[in-house]
Nanobody, 126 residues
Framework: QVQLVESGGGLVQAGESLRLSCAAS????????VGWFRRAPGKEREFVAA????????NYADPVKGRFTISRDNAKNTVYLQMNTLKPEDTAVYYC???????????????????WGQGTQVTVSS
């Protein structure tokens, strides 16, 4: 079992930045790929970014490429999502998720992920 807890959400204005954190406990975190997903009001949950267990490869959804950066510190059992130049359409509940993987590739598919956090709200005002 892996327990995930997100933090760092809040209310910001368009153009500002936030950094989300996903703290993990339980199994050996460095054996898990981690992703960030989000659910905007009235919409389905969607993929945002993901990172392989070593941090050496990442994937991003097109709407966030160039603005968001995912990273991890396995010594701290934490994954980060740095979000810059935020837009009102980034408003959502952000979830981190993990699945055990030794692969050099990381999934962008929600069903690949076995463990989920409770989410943190990000609100971007215009």
């Amino acid at each position: 079992q892996v327990q995930l807890v997100e933090s760092g959400g809040g209310l910001v204005q368009a153009g500002e930045s936030l950094r989300l954190s996903c703290a993990a406990s339980g199994r050996t975190f460095s054996n898990y790929a981690v992703g960030w997903f989000r659910r905007a009001p009235g919409k389905e949950r969607e993929f945002v970014a993901a990172i392989i267990r070593t941090g050496g490869r990442t994937n991003y959804a097109d709407p966030v490429k160039g603005r968001f950066t995912i990273s991890r510190d396995n010594a701290k059992n934490t994954v980060y999502l740095q979000m810059n130049t935020l837009k009102p359409e980034d408003t959502a509940v952000y979830y981190c998720a993990a699945y055990r993987s030794l692969s050099a590739f990381v999934s962008m598919i929600e069903s690949s992920y076995d463990y989920w956090g409770q989410g943190t709200q990000v609100t971007v005002s215009s």
